[in-house]
């Protein structure tokens, strides 16, 4: 009975979150609804990695996966689960897998699912080592046809007899393309393909992909989801929509329980606790109490990165500026569609006179750094850093001029971001 009267209690705790509409306050009262200890409103770090049992039947269970518990800390902990849990009620997913970089989710998850002789689409705008990875992933007998995801038609024209799924993002970094994310979701519903769709870009608070008829939706936690750059992480997030029982590269022994989950299961057991990228409680405590103030966050950057590239535009030192918020940006009216705001990072391309890194240093409240989704405004020149190993042709192709600089904008004040730009330009 108290067994029971246990999970009733929990299951009645999880409602009363799910009740409440507003995506900020789910997330804020997230942890104390779901048993947090000492009445704590949030969930404590657990720093052990060993989970003991008093009956040895028990941690066999366990292992086999007829009882929920905790196993071994590479795999599972409760600080961690803490913030799946928040990021499934963000993606409104079935389950998240956790890792301790976005890189290493989409590495290990790419490990789980893909094997030698598959075919995968990608977009040709990829972060550089999204795109490094991929072409390591070619040299391992996967192939990959990058194409233009802007237009449908691209994604459709490369699919094979041996594509197993598509992988786009939201918004391409640096130069801003905008996937054709809806029409690409009913093509891969369409096709049976694996739908993956990168939304570090958007968050889902601007965007949830499940909308498009993403199946699995990855985030670099780092980013804007933590919000503070104190803290490596990334997930992927199952949604539920995919039919797992028509996909081929699953093994056997995860097909068990709710279709949905066996997808899930495998980058788990298959990614996660072969691959060992493990994200850690620290750092998912971090996240999680960063990922509270994400909608607030959001809409300061948002507007300040609106206000900016509007200023920009119409500049005199400024040759081109790349933010789908602006009327003349290829995807603008999509992105008005799609997203609720259009994203805090744009780049510019700077007058062939000015040297981009001279207006870099001039730049006193944006810092020159590798990173975005920090409180504070980042700036960086593309291609002699995060696209330098790429080589000129590569960059050629993707359209990085030598004078590119993103910026990924932060909460400070609007007035201070438009003086500190106007006093870089104006030299």
Known sequence: IGIRDSVNSKFEAIKKVMTQSGFTSKLLHADRRSGVQHGSIHKPIHTAVTYAYDDSRELAAVFQGKQSGYTYGRQVNPTVDALQNK????????????FSTGMAAICTTFFALLRAGDHVISSFFLFGNTNSVFKTFESHGIEIT??????????????????????????????TQVADLINIGDLCEAQNLLYCVDNTMTTPYLFQAKRAKASLVFNSLTKYIGGHANALGGAVTETGLYDWSKFE???SNYKKGDVSSWGITQIKKKGLRDFGATLGPEAAHHISIGSD??????????????????????????????????SGHPQHQLSTELFKHCGALFSIELNDEIDCFDFLNRLNLVISASNLGDTRSLGIPVAHTI????????????????SLVRFAIGIEETEDLLADFEAALSL
């Open 87 to 98: 990021i499934t009620m963000m993606e409104d997913g079935v389950a998240t897998a956790a």
């Open 146 to 175: 990058f194409v233009d995801a802007t237009n449908v038609a691209n994604v459709a024209a490369a699919i094979k007899e041996n594509t197993k799924l598509v992988f786009v993002e939201t918004i391409a970094n640096p130069r």
């Open 249 to 251: 590269n699953l093994y």
């Open 293 to 326: 103030t994400l909608a607030l966050r959001m809409e300061r950057a948002c507007e300040n990165a609106r206000t900016l590239t509007e200023y920009l535009s119409s500049h005199d030192s400024v040759k081109k500026v790349y933010y789908p918020g602006l």
């Open 387 to 402: 696209y330098h190993e790429m080589g000129p042709e590569r960059r050629a192709t993707m359209g990085i001029d030598d």
